[in-house]
């Protein structure tokens, strides 16, 4: 079983930054993908940014040049960097993680991941 806790949201002014955290726990499988994924009232789940066991990373456009993922597998934690913040970005943010499968078989579809964090809120203001 895999826990993952997620910290670092808040609210801040557009064009702000914020750093999310997400620490996981429990079995780590080698071949894994990773992702964060957003959330605001009104509107669908969507991936923002993911990353596979091979190294590969992927963005969904809205982000692309404004937002970084990364990991610490010493720490087994995932971070997304969030920079220029806007106010369509606010939503609340979920870490995910798929085991045993290839980011070709997981990106952004929600219903492939198996674990998720608890979500933590960002808000951002014009």
């Known amino acids: 079983q895999v826990q993952l806790v997620e910290s670092g949201g808040g609210s801040v002014q557009a064009g702000g930054s914020l750093r999310l955290s997400c620490a996981a726990s429990?079995?780590?499988?080698?071949?894994?993908?990773m992702a964060w994924f957003r959330q605001a009232p009104g509107k669908e789940r969507e991936g923002v940014a993911g990353?596979?066991?091979?190294?590969?990373?992927n963005y969904a456009d809205s982000v692309k040049g404004r937002f970084t993922i990364s990991q610490d597998n010493a720490k087994n934690t995932l971070y997304l960097q969030m920079n220029s913040l806007k106010p369509e970005d606010t939503a609340m943010y979920y870490c995910a993680e798929a085991v045993w499968r290839t980011w070709d078989l997981c990106r952004f579809r929600d219903t492939k991941y198996d674990y998720w964090g608890q979500g933590t809120q960002v808000t951002v203001s014009s």
């Open positions: 990353i596979g066991s091979d190294g590969s990373i």
């Open positions: 429990g079995y780590q499988a080698s071949t894994y993908c």
